[in-house]
């Protein structure tokens, strides 16, 4: 069983960052993906082992440009830039053995952390 731990998260304005933090033991694809109110959870950012030292990374087109998604060891760190009032959501930490980086249908899930971002 992987355990997911999820930092960061806060209210924020309008423009402003936030930085999002996951760690997991294991070498597995990991990504955020957000849930708002009264709308299905959707995928934000992954990132995937290419090589022992490389990786791709993957953005919803909503965040590309404004979040970047890294990785240290086994700590993935999200950081979302020029934040928007429909960023608001919480934001879930998951991981996965294989598959799509991109689809809902990842094997281990963190308990997710509140973004709210003012206008």
């Known amino acids: 069983q992987v355990q997911l731990v999820e930092s960061g998260g806060g209210l924020v304005q309008a423009g402003g960052s936030l930085r999002l933090s996951c760690a997991a033991s294991?070498?597995?694809?990991m990504g955020w993906f957000r849930q708002a109110p009264g709308k299905e959870r959707e995928f934000v950012a992954a990132?995937?082992?290419?090589?022992?030292?490389?990786?791709t990374t993957y953005y919803a087109d909503s965040v590309k440009g404004r979040f970047t998604i890294s990785r240290d060891n086994n700590k993935i760190t999200l950081h979302m830039n020029s934040l928007k009032p429909e960023d608001t959501a919480v934001y879930y930490c998951?991981?996965?053995?294989?598959?799509?980086?991109?689809?809902?249908?990842?094997?281990?899930w963190g308990q997710g952390t509140q973004v709210t971002v003012s206008s």
């Open positions: 990132i995937r082992w290419i090589t022992v030292t490389t990786a």
């Open positions: 998951a991981a996965r053995v294989g598959g799509s980086p991109t689809e809902n249908d990842y094997d281990y």
């Open positions: 294991g070498r597995y694809t």
